[in-house]
């Protein structure tokens, strides 16, 4: 069987699991944020915490217990690092240093997973487990949460409440992340995945020699890592390690995870605003996405020139053998066009076409089909861009779901927008600009200035992953990136939630002849093109410097 038909037959695969979750999981979700009741571990938490999860909140409250719980997330995790060198189960190792504890906190915190270190060589049992697998749960649920507020902004009329912050958070950890984690984490175990609290081991060499490598909590981080979209790795080789990834399947199974709770999003958004066909005209549009990107880099990386590619049936060069060209680049395009992070190759060493397709899969917003909740919302941001552009140009109020699109809902959504470009393209330029970042790059020309900019894509974006060869740990870069990180993550939630708020106050607008039918292909052809058009030209020039430039050239 040829790889090509092999990558394809994956796909399929992949494709067909998905769709078969896709329903039972979209309305559980949507019967959990629905729920009238509370589970008895829920009411313990809620009692813990001071919540009352009954009190409905409008968009501002609803902000601040979004801002309040992750600032206490920071602190916390930060200060769990700098005191790593005198807890228990540590490995020894020293407490990590101020620049990047911030960097590694505001990472985590802010579902991004970007890592600045050594994973089997920095972070010992208590920080890995304590620390970085519960920020892998609560930071997803936060994105949940507020993908749900602004699912209730459109459901909802006449009240300005989008429900209570405090109850979506425990509700999507416990009914939804934690049991479908202890799942995939029994799966990932069968594959061969490790998950042990053992300390380090040295151990022989093929070659001769002797190497050191420690246990962990692995599967069990791994199946949130991936299910919340979060991507941070127990090892430094991350998804490539076959502690982490043993073998084809597990491959296979760890992007199901990956792109299971998006996607499904898009049934839950339907069952919550009445018409699960809008929810499908949603869903049509990441899948769009999702086909066209993988599509894509298949051919980039397979059918790339040169002898060395001929000898080797395509770009091995930075790929697993395990996996392969298809297995990697299916992989690869989940973990860009979702906020994950994660990888099982290394993106610098892809064809220049195929890093860049990486690059702009984070930069369309991460929405095809995104991180977990952060996709949904950004793609609902998108489709009011693109009823209010059809309603210019049939010179018709703009209408979504019974809501007018005004000034003050465009406004909303126009910042969510503009805020992810501004922090890449300025912390770019900056880093470019001043000659302490610019020594971290290993590489020059178009390849070393593809290396900074995906480090700020990817961060801005909240994706996590890294081109490989940029020396990151250093102070400048640690703390930009942390910035960006924050700003990338709690910034556009300032205006979903707002936009929401917006929302919810109106009265429904009733259908007429001339309303817009969003639950059609016709609105689903129109999203994409705003996506392609609104987002990816944004970012044209920087890339026409970076990955195009080394493409061509190649």
């Not at 599509?295 to 080797?312: C, K, V």
């Not at 406004?411 to 393209?425: E, G, N, Q, R, S």
């Amino acid at each position: 069987m040829s790889p090509e038909i092999s990558g394809a037959l994956q796909f399929l695969a992949l494709a067909g699991s998905l769709a078969l979750a896709y329903r039972p999981l979209g309305d559980w979700m949507a019967r959990v944020y629905s729920s009238d009741t509370h589970w008895r571990p829920e009411k313990w938490i809620y009692k813990v915490i001071g919540a009352h999860p009954e009190a409905e909140m409008r968009w501002p409250a609803y902000l601040r217990g979004v801002l309040a719980f992750s600032a206490v997330g920071v602190l916390f995790l930060y200060a769990l690092q700098r005191l790593q060198g005198v807890l228990p189960g540590s490995l020894g190792f020293r407490s990590i240093d101020p620049d990047q504890a911030f960097n590694t906190a505001a990472s985590f915190v802010s579902n991004t997973n970007w890592q600045s270190y050594y994973g089997e060589q920095a972070m010992g049992h208590v920080v890995q487990t304590g620390g970085l697998a519960v920020q892998n749960f609560v930071s997803a649920a936060v994105g949940m949460a507020v993908a749900v507020a602004l699912v209730r902004g459109f459901a909802r009329s006449r009240t300005g409440e989008l429900g209570n912050f405090w109850a979506d958070l425990v509700r999507g950890t416990v009914r939804i992340l934690l049991p479908v984690s202890v799942a995939g984490a029994l799966v990932l175990v069968a594959c061969g995945a490790i998950q042990n609290f053992s300390g380090i081991h040295e151990v022989g060499q093929f070659m001769g020699g002797t190497q050191e490598w420690n246990g962990g909590a692995v599967a069990s981080q791994e199946a949130i890592k991936e299910l919340g979209t979060n991507g941070g790795g127990y090892f430094n080789a991350n998804s490539a390690h076959p502690f982490e990834n043993p073998n084809p399947f597990s491959n296979l199974f760890e992007i199901f995870l990956i792109l299971l709770i998006p996607f499904a999003m898009t049934r839950t958004f339907g069952k919550m605003v009445g018409s699960v066909r809008q929810g499908y005209a949603i869903l049509g549009a990441m899948v769009t996405l999702w086909i066209g990107f993988t599509g894509l880099m298949m051919w980039t990386e397979f059918h790339h020139g040169g002898p060395a590619f001929d000898i080797a049936g395509g770009a091995m060069e930075g790929k697993e053998t395990r996996f392969g060209i298809a297995g990697s680049s299916i992989f690869a395009v989940a973990t860009t066009l979702t906020s994950t992070g994660a990888v099982n190759s290394f993106h610098s060493s892809y064809t220049g076409l195929g890093g860049g397709i990486t690059m702009l899969g984070m930069q369309l917003g991460e929405i095809a089909p995104g991180g977990v909740g952060s996709g949904l919302y950004g793609m609902l941001v998108m489709a009011v861009i693109a009823v209010f552009l059809a309603g210019l140009m049939v010179g018709r109020t703009p209408e979504y779901l019974g809501r007018k699109i005004g000034t003050r809902e465009i406004k909303f959504a126009a910042c969510y927008i503009l805020i992810t470009p501004a922090l890449v393209l300025s912390f770019t330029a900056a880093a470019l600009a001043l000659p302490t970042p610019a020594d971290s790059m290993t590489n020059s020309g178009a390849h070393g200035f593809s290396e900074i900019l995906y480090a700020y894509t990817s961060a801005s974006n909240n994706n996590g992953s890294a081109f490989a060869g940029l020396n990151a740990d250093t102070q400048w870069f640690n703390s930009t990136l942390g910035i960006a990180m924050l700003l990338g993550r709690f910034l556009p939630m300032v205006f979903v939630l707002a936009l929401a708020g917006s929302l919810a106050r109106q009265s429904p607008v009733p259908e007429t002849a001339g309303t817009l039918r969003t639950e059609k292909p016709l609105f689903t052809g129109l999203l994409v093109g705003t996506i392609m058009i609104v987002a990816g030209l944004t970012y044209f020039p920087a890339l026409a410097l970076g990955p195009l430039a080394e493409g061509l050239a190649s």
